[in-house]
């Protein structure tokens, strides 16, 4: 049996890192789509006024922590989450697993011309990985069962949606029934990280849990997106 936690009504897995990768593993042997999503604070508290977002949450076969609040709210709450469990850092581990297990991959999201980039580094650098196509995040409905024909004709083994949240879990809840692969997985601006368009944090600012940081004073238009973090914390005292 999985144990989870409910953080504000979302069933969060309670996962290392390492039994994050065994357990997605697994997913990706079993048959039919499985989803794996990493909600932060500012998705929990989206989940909080979009019943929609909160029931695919609870559905998905996989939650992981992301986020440092989460970890506050757990030990605010005395929860036991041990450790946070990034979108990035699961999407490294499976790409190296692809690599080793020659698996295929197909990455859908980010701006015209990025996917592409991205595909071309995560080829370089993870050896036997095999990347089944890509897709930009930018189509209108109407391209929507294109999209999903190429993917069930290449049949990836993970499918890595990149289109924020909640679009990007609200995409692969829609299609879950119609798509031919084993795993999708939602993983935000990652695309552009691979890509080279953006950069992670520097070490230091993740060791700390301060990545928001960061990224509040690399993008200081999004300081409206982030005002959700004390939001979060002040919920969870509540
Ligand atoms: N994105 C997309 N289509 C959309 C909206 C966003 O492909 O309609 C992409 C965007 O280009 C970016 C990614 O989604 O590469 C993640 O966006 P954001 O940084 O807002 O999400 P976060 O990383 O905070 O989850």
Redesign the pocket.
């Given at each position: 049996m999985k144990k989870q936690v409910d953080i504000l009504g979302v069933p969060v897995d309670m996962v290392s890192r390492s039994e994050a990768i065994e357990e997605i593993k697994k997913l990706i042997e079993t048959p039919g789509l499985s989803s794996v999503f990493t909600p932060?604070p500012?998705m929990i508290m989206l989940a909080q006024e979009d019943e929609e977002f909160l029931s695919i949450l609870k559905n998905a076969d996989l939650v992981l922590p992301d986020g440092i609040g989460l970890l506050i709210a757990s030990k605010i709450k005395g929860l036991g989450l041990t450790e946070r469990v990034t979108?990035i850092d699961t999407m490294n581990s499976l790409l190296e697993y692809c690599g080793r297990e020659s698996k295929t991959i197909y990455l859908?999201?980010?701006?015209p011309g990025?996917p592409d980039l991205a595909c071309k580094n995560i080829e370089n650098r993870f050896t036997g990985i095999k990347i089944g196509g890509f897709h930009?995040?930018?189509f209108t409905k109407d391209e929507e069962s294109g999209i999903v024909n190429e993917i069930n004709s290449i049949n990836p083994d993970i499918l890595f949606v990149?289109?924020?949240?909640p679009?990007?879990e609200k995409w692969i809840s829609q299609y879950k029934h119609l798509l031919k692969c084993n795993l999708a997985m939602?993983?935000?601006?990652?695309?552009?990280i691979y890509a080279g368009t953006?950069k992670r944090a520097p070490k230091i600012f993740q060791k700390l849990g301060m990545e928001w940081f960061y990224r509040l004073a690399k993008e200081p238009w999004?300081y409206k997106?982030m005002m959700s973090l004390p939001r979060f914390i002040l919920k969870i005292l509540k």
């Open positions: 932060n500012e979108g859908l999201g980010g701006k990025v930009d995040g930018y990149c289109l924020g949240a679009k990007q939602g993983v935000g601006g990652s695309v552009d953006a999004r997106r």
